[in-house]
């Protein structure tokens, strides 16, 4: 703009009332600054061009022939009193203060002025704001995004998710944990049966032998220790008038379990992961309260003495209560004996009460597991029939430990009956039951 345009528009405006001054100022303050300088200039233009109209024509004329104004208004006005009329000498000043009037528009112009010029120029404006400020332009018609602030919740439930599930994760770890511990007989059985035990068998039955037990709890060692009884002394065994000649044959007896449990494991299976407890102490006479270990040893010490007296040399893989010989030590000693027969005498439990009979387990492998069935079927038939009980008949199995680990003899498994039936609790604990299972065992070895 102009310098000189800029201080004549001041002075103007200094002349000008303080309402309008301040009108005109408001004016200017709204428009953009290329509009503000143009109207100044137009503003001074147009104020130069009304300053400088002629004056009107009677003043004119007197100047010029050089007379003075005729003093006949004066003089009337000053006869009659009145002050002299200001139309002549004002009518100059009147017309140049319309012609400014003109000019600076009224209040009530300027307001609908300004609405639409501002309706106008609003649009311009932000246009040109917005080339400007690119980044703080946002339109009022659309609402700004809250996905950040929603973010934060997700991220938050995100993680408490995550740790509800790993404490989830280790809650049901250790609840796997637990029930395996006081499942383990099942899950043992469950584990053979994959390696090839019958389902005849898992669904008869569940026999307590080398550390398979059925629903009955275990008896685990105490603080206080339980007496264990001497080596018992039975009466001196008599043979029958036609016992066979075993003359020749070296037998291995192995009365099942022991007073000391043994929770160490040991391979259960040769050659595989398979694992199971090294001894347990086995059933327990659900009437009698006698205990497995001390039935099979009474009935070992027995059949030892009967089979002696057939000419047979037998061997003992224990004679106490009190000793701790796992599974596979028990069969190590038949098979570095190079035994002729390896019989492991049990009393066995079952989830069922009103199971009862006696069963005979054989190895599922070796070069005997083709003739071992047969054979242990008709075991199992002469010790019923010698004691008055029920032949459950035979089972070939990998499940336990000392059958797998000497099926290179012959070898077999006798469960005598059941100490969780009431029955076989009270023909187990008889000494004539004994001596009958010990006759028919001479009478199979015979054959």
Known sequence: MPEDNLAQFKQIIAKLPEDKRKLLYKRL?????????????????????????PAPQGGSSAVKSGKK??????????TSGRKPSAQGSAAPVSKKTQQQSKNVPSKSEHSSEH??????????????????????????HRPEPEQAPESEPKKASSSQSIILGIIVAVFLVGALYFVYLFNKQNIDNKFNEAFGMPASETTETTEESDGIMGPEPRHFPTNTPTPIPATPTP???????????????????????????????????????????????????????????????????????????????VILTREENDVNI?????????????????????????????????????????KYSSSAVSDGKDLAEKVAEAIGSTSLGVVQSNMYTGLNHADSIKSYQLVVGYLSNSDDDALLGKEETAYNTAVAVSEFLAE
């Open 326 to 366: 796992s599974n596979i030590e028990r069969a190590n000693i038949a098979v570095e004996n190079n035994a002729d027969y390896f019989i492991r005498i049990h009393a066995d439990s079952a989830p069922d009460s009103e199971i009862s009979g006696v069963k005979v387990y054989v190895p599922s492998t070796g």
């Open 115 to 140: 609405r639409q010029e501002k309706a106008q120029e609003h649009k311009p404006e932000q246009k040109q704001e917005s080339k400007k400020h690119p980044a703080e332009h946002i339109p009022e």
């Open 235 to 313: 009466a001196p065994v008599v043979l029958k008038d036609d016992h066979p000649d075993l003359s020749g044959l070296v037998i291995v007896l192995d009365p099942g379990h022991q007073a000391e449990y043994d929770h160490e494991l040991e391979e259960s299976i040769p050659g595989t992961t398979a694992e199971k407890e090294r001894a347990t102490t086995g059933a327990t006479g659900i009437d009698s309260g006698a205990k497995e270990y001390e039935i099979t040893l009474r009935y070992a010490l027995i059949m030892k003495e009967y089979l002696e007296g057939c000419g047979a040399e």
């Open 69 to 78: 104004p005729s003093s006949q208004g004066s003089s009337s006005a000053a």
């Open 29 to 53: 303050h709204d428009m953009p600054t290329s509009e503000r300088e143009a109207f100044i200039g137009e503003f001074v233009k147009k104020y130069n061009t009304t300053a400088k109209k």
